[in-house]
């Protein structure tokens, strides 16, 4: 019976320019190291080359085969920054500018225009790599009126909305083509970040089959969400699965917003997995109930732990959280394999 895959990592947080972080083979074998065997490849060009692999299905075979000489499997290639620019509000322009290429520094509409293209590329590369789901965010548009003063104009969040339905159903509709599910990261600072922007946004693309969700139940616990109500409502489209840990201890002078204050000293802060607040017991158990057969990928932010502390102890914990799902009922032993007859008489009804 299939079921969960991993455990994975994503190699985001910790790609770097010193080895074992500085190329995609070293970063596979210390990651197989360390007992994981799947990576989840941000599209950086340090890692892999992106155009060459929406185009070349050889060079994707060629990847795939130098990962698997270190027992490691691709889970999922990420545009998480690239989609942040498909949708941008100009409040933001100067520091998203750092996600693309020089050339489109301070030209918004052509920075629009190359981050459609590398999600569309990754699509197209996904599908040659053989898999199935792709994280990415959302980009946002509305994100600086979430918590408004003065009030919103009516009809600013329809619209935006709108917009960012515009633009994202060409790009799913190319995932759609290619057989692989776009899965958007729930997350703050994005348009998609809870439950009820999800729904909007599955509404204005009219419920579009390629777009799925990336389940990260830290991002919860920082905004006081139930994330095991959330996996009960939202399992059908949840595609990826980031296993993160948060922790959320409010006072009296901090709360969900975190007074600008830096990570280590908020009330809601990132952990390594296993020091925070999460019910991994539960996710892992309602994931396994619903039939989730992706992958289990840590992504490690901690606002306390060295990342090596917190990658070496990510692969046993997800490796001792997951569930193999039984073939038989528990209570088969007990099984008094009577036929309908039998059956029937038990209610007291006549044969029929």
């Known amino acids: 019976m299939t079921g969960m895959k991993g455990p994975g990592i994503f190699l985001a947080q910790f790609l770097g320019d010193t080895a074992p972080f500085d190329t995609l083979e070293n970063m596979a074998e210390w990651a197989a190291g360390l007992g994981y065997v799947g990576v989840q490849i941000p599209c950086d060009s340090r890692l892999i080359d992106l155009k060459t692999a929406s185009e070349s299905r050889d060079y994707c075979d060629e990847l795939s085969g130098k990962l698997a000489a270190h027992g490691i499997a691709v889970t999922e290639l990420s545009t998480h920054l690239q989609g942040q620019l498909v949708a941008v509000h100009p409040a933001y322009d100067t520091l998203f500018d750092g996600f693309a290429p020089r050339e489109v520094h301070g030209k918004p509409a052509e920075r ?39 009030q919103r104009p009516a ?38 970040h809870d439950g009820a922007t999800w729904e909007r946004f599955l509404e204005a693309v009219q419920g579009h089959n390629a777009a799925r969700l990336l389940f990260d139940p830290s991002h919860y616990v920082l905004q006081q969400l139930d994330y095991l109500d959330f996996i009960d409502r939202y399992h059908d489209r949840i595609a990826c699965f ?26 809601g802060r990132f952990r390594s997995l296993g020091d925070g607040q999460v019910d991994f017991s539960g996710v892992f158990s309602r994931m396994a109930q619903y039939g989730y057969d992706g992958w289990a990928v840590l992504e490690w932010e ?13 692969a046993p914990f997800i490796e001792a959280h997951m569930i193999r799902l039984t073939e038989r009922p528990f209570d088969d032993f007990a099984a008094s394999g009577v036929d309908r007859a039998a059956i029937r008489r038990l209610m007291g009804l006549s044969a029929e």
Request: proline letters at 4%.
């Open 112 to 150: 629009q225009l190359w981050a459609v293209e590398q999600v569309k590329m990754a699509a197209k590369a996904s599908a040659n790599l053989g898999l199935t789901a792709h994280a990415t965010f959302s980009g946002a548009l509305a994100w600086p009126y979430v918590y408004p003063w003065p």
């Open 155 to 192: 009809g600013l969040v329809e619209e935006a909305f709108a917009e960012l339905a515009r633009r994202w159903t060409p790009i799913l509709d190319v995932f759609e083509d290619h057989g692989v599910h776009c899965a958007f990261e729930v997350h703050a600072g994005e348009d998609l």
């Open 242 to 267: 980031h296993v993160k840990d948060a922790e959320f201890n409010p006072t009296g002078r901090s709360g969900v917003y975190g007074g600008y204050q830096d990570w280590a000293d908020r009330a």
């Open 302 to 314: 901690c606002a306390l732990k060295n990342s090596d502390d917190g990658a070496a102890e990510g």
